[in-house]
């Protein structure tokens, strides 16, 4: 009875994504070929330091524009999933008791990656942070 409440609730989900955002993680699956093979002969080319300042001069405003459009319809469907989830029998509990040790890692993966930026390590400023502040907000309301 509860999967099929789960698989009830991730269906009307689904049914309440906009056509314009399939279309557009459909765009990019279709993209996605071409983009790969690009790497490769870039790879090729002129090795992977040179691929990875152009993938990065490449892709960053793209990757800016798509997550200030899809951050927030993310969290749109993340309270309602939440709120869907809260309906069935135990979740509440369940979320409750595992809510102090997601907090706890959610922190310290966010100094990790903050400490590891600091440091210089590059691919550390490019991960994204977890907005724990907006996850508490959620959950307190």
């Known amino acids: 009875?509860?999967?099929?409440?789960?698989?009830?609730?991730?269906?009307?989900?689904?049914?309440?994504?906009?056509?314009?955002?399939?279309?557009?993680?459909?765009?990019?699956?279709e993209k996605a070929p071409v983009a790969a093979r690009s790497v490769m002969a870039e790879i090729k080319n002129g090795g992977v330091s040179r691929l990875a300042k152009t993938v990065y001069a490449k892709c960053e405003p793209a990757a800016v524009d798509l997550y200030s459009k899809y951050e927030p319809v993310a969290e749109q469907y993340a309270v309602s999933i939440w709120c869907s989830l809260n309906q069935l029998p135990l979740f509440p509990q369940v979320a409750?008791?595992?809510a102090p040790a997601a907090s706890y890692y959610s922190d310290m993966y966010n100094q990790t990656v903050q400490r590891a930026a600091e440091?210089?390590?590059?691919?550390?400023?490019?991960?994204?942070?977890?907005?724990?502040?907006?996850?508490?907000k959620v959950l307190t309301s």
């Open 119 to 136: 440091k210089g390590y590059k691919v550390a400023s490019h991960l994204p942070l977890l907005p724990t502040q907006k996850i508490v």
């Open 96 to 98: 409750q008791a595992v």
């Open 1 to 29: 009875m509860r999967a099929l409440q789960v698989e009830e609730s991730v269906h009307n989900v689904q049914n309440r994504v906009p056509p314009s955002l399939k279309q557009v993680s459909s765009q990019a699956f």
